[in-house]
């Protein structure tokens, strides 16, 4: 629909209702995967391992589901509202089985799915925006989404403090065969009641374009060839994906070398089918603006350092600020650690919310992109390595406070830096791209931080901490290799948790 009619706010709310459930259960996962992993055997060094569903299904899953829904319409359910719904469930299921989780095998295959599922859920929700607002209200629509992700992850990791008062019994204790607590259980129950109950509300209040209405077909994302392939590529992915996390689950709970071959012949076959694909990506790579390559460095510092703040945080709370190394040498001081560090994840939501606010007038003041991003990303490394400081819990919160300043510049700040080398007609491919940057450097560190992280980190989640604010200040360094463009560009970008129109 070329000229789509103004939505009210409440309509625009409902439309992104959903998206809180969704981030709901994606905070509830970065507090709590690593603590489950341990109360269920895990080796702390093979923890980065066990954490590659995320990178992996986003960078896969996202802009399949997008480029499918782009071509879905049925009369009852609409073009987008399917996928929402499949997501949601599996997410939903996957929430509830977490918990109950009996090996860490089943732990890292539940992870996948759930991963899967709210990935598959958060394209469409993004999608919304464009098909049902006009240009004029699409600020207002990201910015209300952004919310829903800001509030929905640090209303998760909150979850220690408002079960007690809502008179839901925290405390440590119970025939819990696979030794995972309360604490853990009832907030994973409640994300799959969130999920459900949001993504509902948004299909019941929400009605979609028909395609007739739209011009959708002037600019196809897929040339005819590949429309025909689609559905290969699509399966070829999915496979894929799953010989991969496969592989891993495999590795990483002990199991026999045979299946481990297995996989790896699998992703073998999965890699020669993709060869097609590879060889496009690596033309549009080749043909990257300059502050785009330079920029890779940057990106690479960064999310090679600051999934290590997902995957060991707790665990570093719990071993020094609680005296609990393991859930079998201290359970309570372990779910004790557990639970602070959920506390200390909703300050680094809080923090990254109010540096939202102002940091598009200190970009401005400080009169350069990357001298601004640098500056919070040394803020960012103060905070990691203060952990060095004391062994009090007030530290880790006081530093995460610190590392949420610098979230809020890595989630906007380096997308200006590149807005002014990318013509507006390749916007979008390019930070597409640009986006994919952050994948590659988890999948870098998820699978080399294990090989080190007894010899080089001492087995100590604080060390890894530290390697990651080791990162952070090789990122700000980074950005000093960046040329930065001159002239001025209106763009729209998400800072933290807030939507801003910013001049560039």
């Known amino acids: 629909m070329k000229n789509k ?9 409902n439309m992104s209702f959903g998206f809180l459930g969704i981030q709901y259960g994606f905070g509830l996962q970065q507090a709590n995967m690593s603590p489950i992993y341990r109360y269920l055997g895990a080796e702390e060094s093979n923890i980065p391992g066990l954490w590659l569903a995320g990178p992996l299904t986003g960078l896969l899953l996202q802009p399949i589901i997008g480029a499918l829904s782009d ?31 009996k090996s860490v095998f089943m732990a890292a295959c539940l992870m996948w799915l759930l991963d899967a599922g709210l990935n598959s859920s958060m394209e469409p929700f993004r999608a919304f925006v464009g098909d049902l607002l006009n240009s004029k209200q699409r600020p207002t629509g990201f910015a209300v989404q952004s919310f829903m992700v800001g509030f929905g992850q640090t209303l998760s990791n909150l979850m220690p403090l408002i079960l007690p008062i809502i008179g839901l019994s925290m405390a440590v204790g119970g025939d819990f065969s696979n030794g995972i607590p309360d604490s853990v259980r009832i907030p994973f129950y409640i994300g799959a009641a969130a999920i459900l109950l949001t993504v509902f509300f948004t299909m019941a209040t929400t009605k979609e374009y028909p395609p007739e209405n739209e011009d959708y077909k002037i600019k196809p994302t897929f040339s005819e060839a590949q429309k025909k392939n689609i559905s290969f590529w699509h399966l070829a992915l999915t496979i894929g994906a799953a010989l991969i996390g496969g592989m891993f689950a495999w590795r990483l709970a002990g199991m026999t070398n045979a299946l481990i071959w297995m996989a790896g012949i699998g992703i073998g076959l999965y890699l020669v089918l993709m060869l097609p694909v590879f060889k496009e990506i690596l033309a ?17 510092f960064t999310w090679y ?11 570093s709370v719990a071993k020094y600020a609680f005296n609990a190394p393991s859930p079998d040498a201290n359970p309570a001081g372990f779910e004790a650690g557990k639970n602070w560090g959920s506390l200390c994840f909703a300050m680094f939501s809080i923090s990254c919310f109010v540096i939202s606010i102002f940091l598009p007038a200190i970009a401005k003041r400080m009169g350069s992109r990357r001298a601004t991003h640098a500056f919070f990303l040394v803020i960012g490394a103060l905070g990691f390595f203060s952990v060095l400081l004391s062994n009090d819990k007030w530290i880790y919160f006081t530093g995460m406070t610190l590392i949420g300043f610098a979230w809020g510049s890595i989630m906007s700040m380096p997308y200006l830096m590149l807005a002014n080398a990318v013509s507006s007609a390749k916007m979008g491919v390019y930070m597409g791209i640009f986006n994919g940057f952050i994948c590659v450097p988890q999948f870098i560190g998820m699978l080399t931080v294990p090989l080190y992280y007894k010899p080089i980190l001492g087995d100590d989640p604080r060390n890894a901490l530290v390697l990651a604010g080791i990162c952070m200040v090789l990122a700000a360094a980074s950005c000093y290799l960046v040329k930065e463009g001159s002239g001025v560009r209106e763009l729209e970008v998400e800072f933290g948790v807030l939507g801003f129109r910013f001049e560039v």
């Open 305 to 315: 350092g600051l999934p290590l703040m997902w995957q060991y945080l707790s665990l």
């Open 71 to 101: 071509r879905s319409w049925s009369n009852t359910w609409g073009r987008r509202r399917p996928y929402i719904f499949i997501g949601a469930i599996v997410g939903s299921i996957a929430m509830i089985l977490m918990p109950n989780s």
């Open 5 to 13: 009619p103004d939505l009210s706010f409440w309509q625009i709310w």
């Open 284 to 300: 549009s790579l080749s043909e990257m603006p300059l502050v785009m390559r330079q920029l890779w460095w940057v990106k690479f």
